[in-house]
């Protein structure tokens, strides 16, 4: 589904990750974890096609996509819910949530997609006039999670969506990250949470200063070693 | 009495007119955080345009925004591709020196074509308004209803449309929009393009009202950073209440205290919000109703 060979990406002259490839299954929950600092989110905006230049080979669904801007990476399926959630604060629940449906695709969709994300995440219809940034950060998670879903994504990239969640809305999240499996979207997920993620993974890969390091399943790597001395504390 | 209200409300109703030419420099502000120095030099051409479709084609100065609206949406257009789009990525300074050195241009370039004499249009209207016992310029109703109508149809379409929602989405966070599939460059083209075109329009307003000259923009032009500042940089609304405040502001110092300090008193007033409303009349809600407030 999503094909990653060699890709380097710089900020300015600053070289952040070296060499990445990542191979996703269509259909598979893929965990990407890594210390601070060490690249996961430079590696997803990257694919995102924001923010920084890179050197490599993206291939979604077999097209290089490797070249084309953020918009076009959309449209095609390749869907990003930031760091920090990111959402229009002076917009409503609903306003925000149609504008994920902007690429011609989606929108034309958007009514029946809508209706799919409030049965998903019933509270974002009880908040859907309310404007996003008055919202709790639980809730701003759902909304930014929506409105991604509203894209009509193949590939949903999420950079830390329990960043700042209370237990009981990490619990939600991953359960409903689980539920998209059945919707048929392949998800790569950046967690902190490494129990959790590679609990939930199929696949898991582990940055390190800008280096894939390791890369199993994710039960193989919740019993590695290695990954246990440096992540988990064990 | 009557002098009063015969100058609070013409105040109202240029105010509004000068709002009208403001909205544009406020709307490619929010949107680009950029200000376009030739905003003025914007308003001379279209002004230019106006007064050459009333006197060589002999149209009414309102037919003329037909022809004068969409050219200056194509000249914002090219504008944009050629010298602010490059611009853009560059230091910010970089656009302030492009647009700066544009409305030189521009205004050499007028001076050339059509030396420096005052050009003007006869009256549209043979008589004036009269509300109760107050007399207005017919014109200056005229143009006083056109800024209303199409300040409402502006902010309904930037609450109701598909387009105008991506531009507030683009204000509020332009990353954000990026990712979810808003063409960000093109809204930009977009904007500035649609904010020329509505330069054209006030153009179009002012001419039977004005005389146009190649340094005109200069006059209008610090007006229009008084408007947008008060407002609230982005705030279409509060383009309209900073236009209307600048409007009554001038009518009644240049009546009671003398024409040529009309100038100083809305600066005076410009200063006061200022100090005690740094972020416009509105404040941080009226800019948040095109979205920026981060
Ligand atoms: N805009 C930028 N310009 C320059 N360097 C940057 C920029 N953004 C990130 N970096 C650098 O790139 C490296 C990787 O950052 P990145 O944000 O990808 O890490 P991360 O793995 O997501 O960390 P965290 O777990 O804290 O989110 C860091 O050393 C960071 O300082
Ligand atoms: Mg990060």
Redesign the interface.
Known sequence: MLEVENLDAFYGQIHVLHGVSLSIKAGDIVGLVGANAAGKSTLMYSL?G??TTCAGKIRLKNEAIEDM???ER??RGL??V?ERR??????TVL?NL???A??DG??ALAHQTMREVFELLPTLSERRTQLAGSLSGGEQQMVAIG?ALM?KPQVLLLDEPTEGLAPIYVKLLFELITSLRALGITVLIVEQNIHHVLQTADRAYVLENGRIVLEGSGRALLNDERLKVAYLGL | MTTLGQLVLSGIFIGAIYALMSIGLTLIFGVLRIVNFAHGEFLMLGMYGAWAMTRLLGLNPYLAMIAVVPAMFLFGGLVYRLIVSPALDKPHLVVVFATMGLSIFMQNAALMLMSADLFDIPPVFGHAVTIGPLYFKAELVVGFVITVICTLVLQWALKSTYLGKAIRATVQDREAAMLMGIPVPRIFLITFAGGSALVGLAACVMMPLFSVFPTVGLNFVLIAFVIVVLGGMGSISGALIGGICVGIVQSLSSYYVAPAFGQMFFFILFLLVMIFRPNGLLGQKGAADIGIAD
């Open positions: 995102a924001l923010r801007p953020t918009h959309v449209r869907v990003l930031p990111r959402l229009f604060p002076f917009m306003e149609q504008i994920g902007y690429s989606a929108r409105r894209a």
